[in-house]
């Protein structure tokens, strides 16, 4: 089956950690993204890669960074430096690399900070 | 600034009554306006893309219009299985690809 995966559904962190989210597509998307969602607030993205080994800042990077070495694979760690990192984490990717099209997501992971 | 406003923030309907939500946008150029369902706990679901004022799509009970500041999501005789939150969002021309999403109207249909 094609579609975005994402890894893992929850994750538990101690303050002071970094932890990594796994975003995986088989659709062989251009483009793919990394949103994050708090309650009674819209989606806000974070990083967004357009094509392999370049990505761009979106509009809450700081504390955040992510890699694109893979077409399929857009990895996001949440480090230390970001201060309130509890929220659920959302992963899209879109087939066009200047994203006239719709974007399709994961099914996301729950971050809590203990 | 480009800004996307969903009303209302939440509606009640009952079983086969229908209503609209909306979704007002103020952008320098619309390339896009997308549609999506999220329900809870899980990663918002397409439902419909629009590209220029007066074009119309349907899917099922669910009829999405775009004028050239607003779009409608008009449900028709819902069912409780629509119960949801409804996401817009707007891709405008100067933003290199990046949606600008709405807050949500979360739906909730009682039979």
């Not at chain 1, 989210?21 to 483009?31: F, K, P, V």
């Not at chain 1, 993205?45 to 357009?50: E, N, P, R």
């Not at chain 2, 969903?6 to 009640?12: V, W």
Request: proline share 6%; hydrophobic share 30%.
């Amino acid at each position: 089956d094609g579609g975005i995966t994402q890894s893992p559904k929850y994750l538990f962190r101690k303050e002071g950690q970094n932890v990594t989210l796994s975003c995986e597509q088989n659709l062989n998307h251009d483009a793919m993204y990394w949103y994050r969602q708090d309650p009674g607030q819209g989606l806000r993205l974070i990083y967004y890669s357009q094509i392999v080994n370049d990505f761009q800042k979106g509009d809450i990077a700081e504390g955040y960074s992510v890699s694109r070495e893979k077409k399929e694979s857009f990895p996001l760690t949440v480090t230390s430096a970001q201060k309130n990192p509890t929220a659920f984490y959302l992963c899209a990717s879109s087939p066009d690399r200047n994203s006239r099209n719709e974007q399709f997501f994961g099914p996301g992971t729950r971050l809590t900070v203990l | 600034e480009d800004q996307v406003t969903q009303s209302p923030e939440a509606l009640r309907l009952q079983e086969g009554e229908s209503s609209s939500l909306n979704c007002s946008y103020t952008v320098s150029g619309l390339r896009g306006l997308f549609w999506y369902r999220q329900d809870p706990g899980k990663g918002p679901e397409f439902l419909f893309t629009l590209y220029s004022a007066g074009e119309e799509k349907e899917k099922e009970r669910l009829k999405a219009t775009l004028t050239k500041k607003e779009s409608f999501l008009h449900i028709t005789a819902p069912k409780p299985e629509d119960s949801a939150t409804y996401l817009c969002a707007v891709l405008p021309y100067n933003q290199g690809g990046k949606l600008i999403f709405g807050q949500g109207t979360e739906l909730s249909v009682k039979p």
